[in-house]
């Protein structure tokens, strides 16, 4: 099975919480700038967006483009660093299951968000120390 770069940790002092994050989630969330940022890249590279939702985990970027629609993306403060960050796409798998028996393929879907995140986090000057999780690391998250 191929594997698929799904996850990408980063870290950069642009996306500091909110004062809000910071009293509502006890320090613990936080990524609405990073969110809000994100939302716009990715418009600009042709992805359609919804909106974003905050979880008790983070953000969740829906993406509204019928060829993505399966697909969302979650960002947080990774709290592996102080100024770290933490960026998913959801599902990570390049199979899905939808309704009782269908199966999708999402493969392609998969590797076009993850070159489109890629540039957005890698061209950026003041987003730095970037690394896209491996296999191993992705067992270790469970």
Known sequence: ???YKTH????????PQTPQEKKEWDEQVGGI?????LTAELEKHGIEVSGFNI??????????????S?????CNHYLEYENGFLVFIHPYKPIIKK?????????????ILANIL????TTNPEIYAQHWWSEEEMHLMG
């Open 55 to 68: 979880e008790d985990w983070g953000y969740l970027i829906s993406l509204s483009d019928e060829q993505f």
């Open 70 to 74: 399966d697909i969302s993306i979650g």
């Open 99 to 111: 309704w009782f028996f269908k199966k999708i393929d999402i493969s392609e879907q998969l590797t």
């Open 8 to 15: 990408i940790e980063f870290r950069s002092d642009s996306f």
């Open 118 to 121: 890629n540039e957005i986090l």
């Open 33 to 37: 700038l990073l969110a809000q940022y």
């Open 1 to 3: 099975m191929t594997f």
